[in-house]
């Protein structure tokens, strides 16, 4: 190898190594960034599913919270009726109150006094063919447990509140829009809440707004007023009292009943049950007052019920998150945000499971683009243009090296040219310098060798002529210089004067010249003097390496697109078919031991595939039926 080479190699190894090393250490950083951002991912995505599950208890909570108001609220109203008013009671709230649907009474072994099983139709709603025989046979007041009941959580603040109350705490740690968000959605279910409360006393707003229609708010299915059967009742629906503390009301406190003592007195007992009829969900309220024989009761309007649940429901959500409360068929009865109907619930909580078995609130996570999947396509990226980086710098030491090689292999070339050239001129002016001075001095015998001498001076000076056109036309070729001076010509005429001129030449050599010219004309337009460089150094290719054939051949033929082609044949011995493309090479010659007798610089074909490239046609090489070589000039 030689020293340039060596120190380009030198050069592309201090690049590859440094390239490799940034390489690997990139991709280990990239690993380590790869395990951050999943963990990170990880960690968002773990906590977000906690916000969201804890939104959805919170949603079921209050949901709750609604049931419960309802449930107590309505248990109030009954167990605080007399037993004279009882009637009228349920009478009432089976025509105005929403979340009633019937009102009940049963004897204490569980047989239906009202709704009488005499009324015609039972009054369109079918509860004794619903209920008669569940309540006949397994009366709920009769149990241990006397049924389940959610109960109302009015004194304590909800959830909600307490969220509230954080974000009020923290709210430095919160953006104005955050706090917004969760005050709408405390906003919301405490209005629900009070108008569930109201409804469910019986108590409405529009009723309270004068101190004249108090009494008589619940005076209407009683008998009684309010005043004479509750106090609280009727300080609960003073226009004195705020609104937001109706909510609050409670029937007067019984020790006796409520505290869980046994006092030695019969205490009241209370419960809700359900009951599944033809695949449907019923709630069923009873009431058995303290010291009272009978029960009294109130089946529940679902449909009411199910509307003011929407209340529980977040006003606002943040994200794409969605939320939905079902029921125990699936069905959805309210939703807030986006629920895909196919997908599979990211959360889900049990909605009050021993009065709405199978009733869930769900929640909805999309995934979240950018996870696990994303921190694999950072790593597949990032790593994809580390490798880049590194494949361009090794390809650019490769390119350098193999540049490096080339540079030094056309060195070696130019410098054998050099030589080559050299020799070649050295030769003919050794000739001419020698018949020079033998003339000069007289010592030429007689005329005849006298002209002998002279045409031998003259033949070497057309050799020299020759090689310098070849030198000049290479450089200017190679500078991108050569200028071309188009001319009509007729190739017949030129390509017959320059035979006639190189004939002797080609009979010295040994070759016997054929021509196959047209009879006609045949002209062209074309550069007279690329024309004739070319032609010369196919004929000059042919007296080196095909005087063995001992004939040559120059055909003109119009060609197949329009404009000429010339045909130069030979028989010499061909050439090699793995020097075929590369004979138009520069400085390129045939292997030494078929080429070693012939002088030359191995610039005559590629000079002259060039020249005829720049006239707008092509110089080809084709091996010879029967032995030698043909090349093909093609003109426009």
């Known amino acids: 190898m030689f020293p340039v080479s060596r120190r380009i190699l030198a050069y592309w190894l201090l690049l590859l190594i440094p390239a490799l090393g940034v390489g690997l250490g990139a991709i280990m950083l990239l690993r380590r960034e790869q395990a951050r951002l999943a963990e990170r991912a990880a960690y968002a995505d773990e906590a977000r599913r906690a916000a969201v599950t804890a939104r959805a208890r919170l949603i079921a909570e209050n949901a709750e919270l609604l049931v419960g108001d309802v449930q107590s609220g309505l248990l109030d109203l009954l167990a605080a009726e007399p037993a004279g008013g009882i009637d009228r009671l349920l009478d009432q709230l089976e025509k105005t109150n929403p979340l009633v649907r019937t009102g009940f009474q049963c004897a ?14 039972d009054d369109g709603r079918g509860f004794l063919r619903r209920f008669a025989a569940r309540l006949r046979e397994s009366p709920p007041w009769r149990n241990d447990n006397g049924g389940a009941t959610i109960p109302s959580r009015t004194a304590s603040a909800p959830a909600a509140a307490s969220l509230l109350d954080e974000v009020a705490q923290k709210k430095e740690s919160y953006d104005s829009s955050s706090r917004q968000q969760v005050a709408s959605n405390v906003s919301k279910v405490q209005s629900a809440r009070r108008d569930v ?58 020790t006796n009943l409520d505290s869980g003592l046994d006092t030695g007195r019969a205490r009241e007992q209370r419960g809700w049950f359900p009951v599944k009829v033809d695949g449907r969900l019923h709630l069923l309220g009873w009431v058995q007052p303290a010291g009272a024989d009978g029960v009294r009761g109130v089946e529940l309007e679902m449909a009411a019920l199910i509307s ?38 990211a959360v889900t909580v049990p909605l009050a499971a021993e009065l709405l078995p199978g009733w869930t609130v769900v929640a909805f996570v999309p995934e979240v683009a950018g996870d696990g999947a994303g921190s694999g396509g950072f790593f597949l990226i990032s790593t994809l243009l580390v490798g880049i980086f590194v494949a361009a710098i090794v390809a650019g030491g490769s390119l350098l090296l193999w540049q490096a090689r080339r540079s030094e292999a056309e060195a070696a070339q130019k410098t054998s040219f050099v030589a080559n050239v050299s020799h070649e001129f050295k030769t003919p002016l050794t000739t001419i310098r020698l018949y020079s001075e033998l003339l000069e001095q007289g010592r030429v015998r007689d005329a005849a060798q006298s002209g002998e001498y002279l045409r031998t001076i003259g033949r070497e000076t057309q050799r020299l002529a020759r090689l310098v056109g070849n030198a000049l036309d290479f450089s200017r070729l190679e500078q991108g210089q050569k200028k071309y001076a188009r001319d009509n010509l007729d190739l017949r005429a030129e390509l017959t004067r320059l035979l006639d001129t190189q004939a002797p030449r080609l009979t010295e050599a040994g070759l016997v010249l054929h021509r196959g010219l047209p009879a006609q004309p045949l002209p062209v337009t074309s550069d007279r003097d690329a024309f004739e460089q070319i032609v010369l150094n196919l004929l000059d290719n042919a007296a080196k390496y095909g005087a063995a054939g001992g004939e040559v051949t120059v055909e003109l033929a119009s060609g197949q697109a329009g404009g000429a082609e010339i045909r130069v044949l030979d028989r010499g011995p061909g050439v090699p078919p793995t020097h075929r493309e590369r004979i138009f090479e520069k400085f390129h010659r045939v292997d030494d031991t078929l080429t070693a007798e012939k002088a030359g610089a191995g610039l005559g074909l590629s000079i002259a595939r060039q020249l005829a490239r720049g006239l707008g046609g092509e110089l080809r090489h084709l091996p010879r039926a029967g032995g030698g070589a043909s090349f093909i000039l093609e003109l426009p």
């Open 197 to 254: 409360q109201a409804l469910a006393k019986n108590i409405y707003p529009e009723a309270a707004r004068t101190e004249s229609s108090a009494p008589a708010l619940v005076r209407g299915y009683t008998g009684v007023t309010s005043e004479q059967r509750s106090p609280s009742l009727a300080a609960a629906a003073s226009p004195g009292r705020p609104e937001a503390d109706i909510k609050d009301f409670r029937p007067p406190a019984r």
């Open 308 to 345: 003011r649940l929407g209340g529980a429901l977040p006003a606002e959500i943040s994200g794409e998150e969605g939320y939905a409360l079902r029921d125990d068929q699936g069905r959805v009865l309210h939703q807030a945000g986006a629920v895909p109907r196919a997908a599979i619930a």
């Open 108 to 121: 204490p072994d569980g047989r239906v006094l009202r709704p009488a099983p005499d009324r015609a139709d």
